[in-house]
């Protein structure tokens, strides 16, 4: 029984894996290298000044705030002058030098509206530069001056994916406006919010918001389907999840804290990195075990689990760290939140573990009734799924650390 063992699974495993290998470089390279993208972030900071004005301080990334206004007909020599004193500390001259084509971009772009009439929005002072996370960012001031009303609406379109210099731009707003306040993010998909959007709804956004980065993102989708395939039980995929769960959500919540931050050109080839780790290991698990001539039980620990399985949570966990950065870089966490922001983070973090929750319990018990109704086929796919996710994960590996998009 062991030799027809021996003779029927070497012979099908390397064609599977030869054929998953070709057809994923073929078609998963056009893939996007970069599940979450180069972004960016803006900051705004929304007051009540007084009776009928709502001030804005705005952050905005001073290089690429140079990019965009630079390629405007209002300011095409900003560009040079911008980038000269870049790194130098006056780039606030600069700024300063063309302060009416950076409030026009702005403006162009930033909407409030009172009770759906548009507010006149008017400079305050000198644009100023300050750093976030060791990034210089140009500061705008504007007061929108607005009609009486019961709510604001605020509507963000500030470096859109159209200006081919980044994408998925985020802009977090902290706001007192309206005898409320609160934390609100605005994305491309969600561009607005309005004050009277109650807590419930606020933080629903942010859950949806979590949601659709799972199940959009797809390096970590095939995170999670490396992990589905290796596991043979419930119990290990319920462990290696959690797992995973619990180590990004340590590091979302530190990085949402100030207590963590890493550089995205970092944690990005690595994230990939893990994807074909964990893909990998379910390969050299199911060629270690081809190679032996006899099952032999392998030595386990008290609670069951042997010296690999082990290894696997703990490479699981590690990982599950990196995504944690990753999480907190695509909603452009760089720095301490507010305390109102953070829950909503929570929040989204919950959206996160949702998606998570519901494509393990669709697709881990498709797999388990295929490897106990047919076992070679059950077998051949997994190796297929895995043979895949490691291809595509080298792929991005490669792309990020080499910067191709």
């Known amino acids: 029984m062991t030799a027809l063992t021996r003779r029927h699974r ?77 790194g130098t500390g006056a780039e606030a001259d600069a700024l300063n030098a063309h302060p009416d084509a950076i409030v026009d971009y702005v403006t162009e772009r930033l909407k409030l509206t009172a009770d759906d009439v548009p507010c006149t929005p008017e400079r305050v002072g000198a644009l100023t530069v300050t750093e976030r996370h060791d990034v210089p960012y140009a500061v705008l001031t504007l007061d929108y001056s607005c009609e009486p009303a019961a709510a604001h609406e605020l509507r963000s379109a500030l470096f859109p994916d159209e200006e081919r210099f980044v994408r998925g731009t985020v802009t977090i707003v902290d706001y007192t406006v309206d005898h409320t306040s609160g934390s609100a993010t605005l994305t491309r998909e969600e561009p607005a919010f309005s004050t009277e959007q109650s807590p419930f709804e606020r933080l629903g956004r942010f859950f949806v918001l979590g949601s659709e980065h799972l199940l959009f993102g797809i390096d970590h989708i095939l995170f999670l389907l490396a992990l589905i395939v290796g596991s043979r039980r419930l119990r290990d995929i319920v462990l290696a999840a959690t797992a995973f769960t619990v180590a990004h959500s340590v590091t979302f919540i530190l990085a949402a804290l100030g207590v963590v ?42 609670a069951g689990f042997d010296r690999t399985q082990l290894a696997r949570f703990a490479v699981v966990f590690g990982f599950g760290l990196l995504h944690g950065v990753g999480f907190a870089g695509a909603l452009g966490i760089h720095e301490p939140s507010s305390w109102s922001l953070l829950g909503a983070l929570l929040v989204f973090n919950l959206g996160i573990e949702a998606v998570q929750v519901a494509i393990i319990v669709v697709l881990f018990p498709i797999l388990l009734a295929i490897r106990k109704a047919a076992p070679r086929t059950g077998l051949v796919t997994g190796v297929v799924i895995a043979a895949g996710v490691t291809v595509m994960g080298l792929v991005w590996f490669v792309q990020r650390l080499l910067g191709i998009e």
């Open 261 to 302: 931050s890493l550089p995205a050109a970092l944690v990005e080839p690595l994230i990939a990195l893990s994807i074909a780790v964990v893909g990998c290991w379910y390969l050299w698990r199911v060629w270690r075990e081809s190679r032996r001539p006899v099952q032999l039980p392998t030595p386990t620990t008290g």
């Open 10 to 86: 070497p012979a099908s495993i390397p064609v599977a894996v030869a054929v998953a290998f070709a057809a994923a470089s073929v078609l998963l390279v056009p893939v996007a290298a970069h599940g979450h993208g180069f972004t960016t972030t803006v900051y705004v900071d929304a007051t009540a000044a007084e009776p009928g004005v709502v001030r804005a301080e705005v952050a905005l990334e001073y290089d690429l705030l140079v990019l965009s206004v630079s390629d405007t007909e209002d300011a095409p020599e900003f560009f040079e002058d911008g980038m000269d004193v870049f």
